[in-house]
């Protein structure tokens, strides 16, 4: 059966008021859910409530799905929305339970000195400064920016998985890129150096 | 963009081309073979770029969701599902009653005014509350989103603005109904949390901080959120009430 058919077949039993045909849904599109939702947050707990929270959402607007729609990707939007929205009420916890000047910024950590060549050249340091530039992401420059680096969605898909203007996600993206660029200019210009 | 070979091209371009969404890749392109400071940077970010692709790939031992965390995801959303569902009927069945709800309060105090409403079916009554507690629940949790925003940089409040649109149209009908039904504190409330509503909704969806913290002094200054919990309450605990009659409950 078409994978196309098979959801769409799902979807009417769903309708129809079979709820437990949404477990064939679950089945089909739980993984790239969930693996969508650990890219975003960075985190299993988070990525499993955000499985729960997309299927739910899902289930309680299937009377807006179209059905020519693809469902995959009408999930896929869902889950993307509930990942940004993690990302902002973890934001806001943060915010709200520590004070601004004790923000974590993971650079901080770094052992004293500059590190030199070959550390920087080292994969534990590269990861370090990427992972500490993604926590000084805001939640929608971390969102926009794993949506299009990592998933491969484009500025207009973003947009519109996140409810944004196409022009907030696109700067989000920008800043993100910049954020990154920071962090990781000092090993980028090492590397075109040992190439050159 | 820079339309000509000759001016330097912006880093928000290189990042465009970089991802393909460029207008005009081949300009850019030429461009970037052309100058070298223009190419120096691209270079740059290309390995930026690269660098944190091999990480996330490096890194992509995306934890395990395999046929055992798919049951038990299925076992936690399974009555979650049901629940959902029976919400949503109650929702089907209670809309149209609370308006119904509304019409006959309305009728029947109209006649008796101003005898006291003792005549008020308790089921439509009950139906009404039901709808209104339940309003004000999710107008409460909309206010908490806003109250717990971080004030440090510009918020995107595209689904709250979605969910105070929705709010907004209940509340119109939720404030009529107990208008007359003779609630005036109940009515004065949902009047303010109106105001908020349109305030909310009317907002580009991304707000700075500044904008954040005026609604956030109208939601505090006015104890909104503190009316709203509490009448929120006195509707949970007027509907728990065995025979229902037709005393305020502000």
């Given amino acids: 059966m078409q994978d196309a058919e098979a959801d769409a077949q799902a979807v009417a039993r769903v309708r129809a008021g079979e709820p437990e045909a949404f477990r064939v849904l679950m089945e089909r599109h739980g993984r790239a859910v969930h693996r969508l939702a650990f890219r975003m947050t960075g985190n299993e707990q988070d990525a499993e409530d955000v499985v729960q929270e997309s299927f739910l959402r899902a289930f309680r607007n299937l009377d807006h799905f179209e059905a020519r729609a693809q469902f995959g990707s009408w999930l896929y939007r869902i889950a993307a929305n509930c990942s940004y929205d993690l990302l902002r009420a973890r934001a806001r916890r943060l915010a709200r339970t520590e004070p601004a000047d004790a923000t974590p910024d993971l650079d901080a950590s770094v052992p004293t000195g500059d590190p030199g060549p070959d550390r920087l050249l080292a994969g534990a340091e590269v990861r370090r400064r990427i992972r500490a530039a993604m926590s000084r992401m805001s ?47 000092e090993h980028a210009q090492g590397a075109l150096r040992a190439k050159a | 963009m820079s339309a000509r070979l000759g001016t330097h091209v912006t880093d928000d371009d290189l990042v465009l081309h970089y991802y393909g969404e460029s207008e005009r890749p081949a300009l850019l392109d030429a461009h970037l ?17 690269a660098v944190v692709t091999d990480e996330a790939m490096r890194e992509a031992r995306t934890p395990e969701f395999g046929d ?36 006959v309060l309305a009728f029947t105090i109209g006649r008796h005014w101003p005898a006291a409403p003792e005549v008020a079916p308790g089921g439509t009554e009950r139906v009404l509350l039901v709808a209104v507690g339940d309003h004000l629940e999710r107008s409460e949790m909309l206010l908490v989103e806003l109250v717990n ?52 909704s009317h907002r580009p969806s991304e707000i700075s901080p500044d904008e954040l913290a005026v609604l956030r002094r109208r939601i505090e200054s006015r104890g909104l959120l503190f009316k709203v919990r509490v009448l929120e309450w006195q509707v949970r605990e007027k509907q728990k009430e065995p025979a229902p009659g037709a005393a305020a409950v502000s």
């Fill in chain 1, 139 to 185: 939640a929608l420059e971390r969102s926009a920016f794993t949506l299009r680096h990592l998933e491969g969605m484009s500025i207009a898909e973003i947009a519109q998985a996140l409810d944004l203007q196409g022009e907030a996600a696109k700067q989000s993206v920008f800043r993100a890129v910049r954020k990154l660029r920071g962090a990781l200019a």
């Fill in chain 2, 33 to 49: 073979d052309a100058c070298a400071a223009c190419g120096a940077r691209w270079q740059e970010l290309s390995q930026v770029l």
């Fill in chain 2, 68 to 103: 055992r965390e798919m049951d038990a995801a299925w076992q936690r959303l399974a009555p979650r599902l049901a629940s959902a569902r029976q919400r949503a009927r109650l929702r089907r069945v209670m809309v149209p009653l609370a308006v119904a709800a509304s019409l």
């Fill in chain 2, 149 to 200: 925003a971080s004030p440090d940089q510009p918020v995107d409040i595209g689904s709250e603005q979605r969910q105070a649109h929705e709010l907004l149209g209940a509340s119109r009908l939720y404030r009529a109904a107990v208008t007359r039904a003779g609630e005036p504190g109940l009515a004065s409330v949902l009047e303010e949390l109106e105001r908020l509503l349109v305030e909310v």
